[in-house]
């Protein structure tokens, strides 16, 4: 008795977690929502409003832009976050642990700090409206660098030493044994990583005009202000941002949780 | 460091196995000259600390600097020292900002937590298909702001959403949402609350997974109620994992922003213009670069002072066992 109370609970939970996704899809079909509230099942399902979508931006374009932006962002990271955190876990330098602090106070400072300078910057290097300045803020990343830091110095040091031994140097030791040895930790990083560059939102719309430099997130927000009330297209737009994201997320569960449980990052 | 003369182990095969332990260790980092070393360092260092300090050190220091002055973002920048924070302090639309931010903060975190610990107690236990449970309730999570609060603002939409929709079926008159002033605010917790309860259900089911059973078992022994275990055994077991989540709650509720912006732009009649909302109409609408600057340096100092002071507070209720 208790057993189904508990798991007629939790299946309503379910229903309003995942209800409103579904939604998003019958509402994208139903032509000319928003005059009224959607059937749950169309009369006349079309595609119209994907259409329309497809006329009133470059919304292939912007597609395009979010996933090689993302997957940039997310490849760039890894690199200088691993690298930085072998430097951090072994290597010896004077300032080593200043140097981190410093890493770490840049943690503490959020976008909205800096996105007025960064803003100006931009300006300043003829940078705005570009997909440089959409990169620049993500080419290098604190957290992963402290991330990363913990998983180098979890790798056995006999290992480097037997290494060195047989005339390996540093970069060597980093890209045949330590870089394989962190792979976990690198890929729950990516997740993380690929997650908010694909979400991101005030930085795009601080530096970015042009429809054509647009990533999703953007695009819809500038979508939804030109069809105030044709629903239909706005959640067309919204299926096609949630199915990437979605498919990823399935794919690499077991990390993005672990990641999420581990820093609080989401 | 004697054995930083001695040069790196080089060709093993003429070198003569050494002993492990410190002295060789030493050998390892401070091995080969200096210089060389040096580029190493650079070379590893070099790829992330360039860019940190071109696009975060760089703007955080050009952003102190800014907040000393009067700026358009067109004309010269015009110093005037600490006027910029006297004058938002006396400002009531800054004050409005942070009462805002708290409404939305009080209303947000006590309803995330609450149904978060709901989510992670019920998928606590030994279902069938709980993974399947735990992947849905987590789906918004992973979804941008952006869609998510579009999607809230159709199913919030006054007239032919879904949620008066459903609300008319049962004979209630549901009200504006997001174009009632009263009803906005919450209508932007609702729609964040749902997006991060999964994250919280994640973080406490990590929690839960690390109390004992034996502590169960004992408790039930002595003849306790099912409430008097989650009382006096689960909550005070997860303060933890409570205080980290309300420390990033309270982070990421001091900056929301997206929401609101997709939402309701800081509307209707400025009911939800909460301080990021501002910094942003500050700079891009009013052209205030140097009160802007000075509201975010003025919003992370809060920010700072709370994470602080809970981080000071812990002793008082989180138990670490």
Known sequence: MRRAVLYAAVIAGALVMLFPFAWTVITSITPGAGLGSPDLIPDEPGLDAYRTLLDAMPFWRILANSLWIAVASTLLQLVTSAMAAYAFARLNFPGRNALFLVYLATLMVPMQVLVVPLFIEMRELNLVDTYAALLAPSIASAFGVFLLRQAVAQVPIELDEAATIDGAGHLRIFVSIVWPLIRPALATFAVLAFMSSWNSFLWPLVVIRSPELMTLPLGLSTLHGQFTTEWDVVMAGSVISIVPIAVLYLAAQKYVIQGVARSGLK | ?321
């Open chain 2, 1 to 321: 460091m004697s054995t930083a003369t001695t040069g790196r182990p080089t060709r093993p095969a003429t070198q003569p196995p050494r002993r492990p332990g410190k002295r060789h260790r030493n050998t390892l980092r401070y091995g080969g000259n200096r210089l060389r070393y040096a580029g190493i360092v650079a070379l590893f260092l070099a790829p992330s600390l360039v860019p940190l300090t071109l696009f975060t050190l760089v703007p955080m220091v050009s952003s102190l600097w800014v907040s000393l002055h009067d700026w358009n973002l067109i004309t010269p920048m015009e110093f005037v020292g600490l006027a910029n924070y006297r004058e938002l302090l006396s400002d009531g639309d800054t004050w409005a900002a942070f009462g805002h931010t708290l409404g939305y903060i009080a209303g947000y975190l006590p309803l995330v937590y609450v149904l978060g610990l709901a989510a992670a107690l019920a998928l606590n236990t030994a279902l069938r298909g709980r993974n399947v449970f735990r992947a849905a309730y987590f789906l918004p999570v992973v979804t941008s702001w952006v869609v998510v609060a579009l999607l809230w603002r159709w199913l919030l939409s006054p007239a032919n959403g879904l949620v008066n929709h459903l609300l008319g079926l049962v004979g209630i008159d549901g009200p504006g949402w997001w174009t009632d002033p009263a009803w906005a605010m919450p209508s932007v917790i609702l729609a964040s609350a749902w997006k991060d309860l999964g994250f919280v259900m994640i973080i406490l089911l990590a929690g839960l997974q690390s109390v004992p059973g034996e502590l169960y078992d004992a408790a039930r022994v002595d003849g306790t109620s099912a409430w008097q275990r989650f009382r006096y055994v689960t909550l005070p077991l997860l303060s933890p994992s409570t205080f980290f989540v309300v420390v990033i709650s309270l982070i990421n509720g001091f900056q929301v922003f997206d929401q609101v912006y997709v939402m309701t732009g800081g509307g209707p009649a400025g009911a939800t213009e909460v301080v990021v909302q501002q910094i942003y109409d500050l700079t891009f609408r009013y052209g205030r670069a140097g009160d802007a600057s000075a509201l975010s340096w003025l919003l992370f100092v809060v920010v700072l002072v709370v994470t602080i002071i809970q981080v000071r507070g812990q002793r008082r209720w989180v138990t670490y066992a």
